[in-house]
């Protein structure tokens, strides 16, 4: 599916729709969750999606229109979990503002946890009535910083409707 988009997807990457701009500007205000006071439905999540956010810090939105996200991930998969607003513009722009190391180590035992290839930006649709979480990207340490929004999207294979619209190589 990737590949048919491939060529097609140059038009796709540009900025945030404004109007999701403003959802996520305005619900950045206040976070409904964080690690502290009330966790939220991330945190009892496999794997803990809610600590991926700084301070555990996030909103749940459900989307009121088909909404294009985008990622940076490997060539051949353009889905996973993780998505922004905006497209990602390179492999170190991504790396640095949505602390995505190459390697994951397991905090408890050292052991290799898995790695993050980077090499494909893509631009996924999803429709009206998605629910998404988004908030600030926590810090995983050296220069992988966060800072950036970032929007988690459970298990987007399983939506029904959900479109890649394209993929480009990142550099």
Known sequence: MARAAAG?????FKAAEPWLRRL??????????????????LAARRGNPAAN????????????RDTTLYRAGQSGTPLGQWFT??????????RIDTAVLPHWIDPKTGASAGSSPLDTAYAVQFPAGTRIYHGPT??????????AEQIFVPEPWNIPGHRVLGSRPLR
């Open 24 to 41: 996520l500007r305005g619900s950045r205000r206040s976070y409904r969750h964080d690690m502290i006071h009330n966790p939220g439905p």
């Open 53 to 64: 956010f700084a301070g555990g810090r996030y909103n749940e939105i459900t989307l009121p």
């Open 8 to 12: 097609a997807g140059r038009g796709i």
């Open 85 to 94: 607003p905006d497209p990602p513009r390179s492999v170190a722009q991504a």
């Open 138 to 147: 926590a810090n995983q340490g050296g220069v992988y910083v966060g800072g």
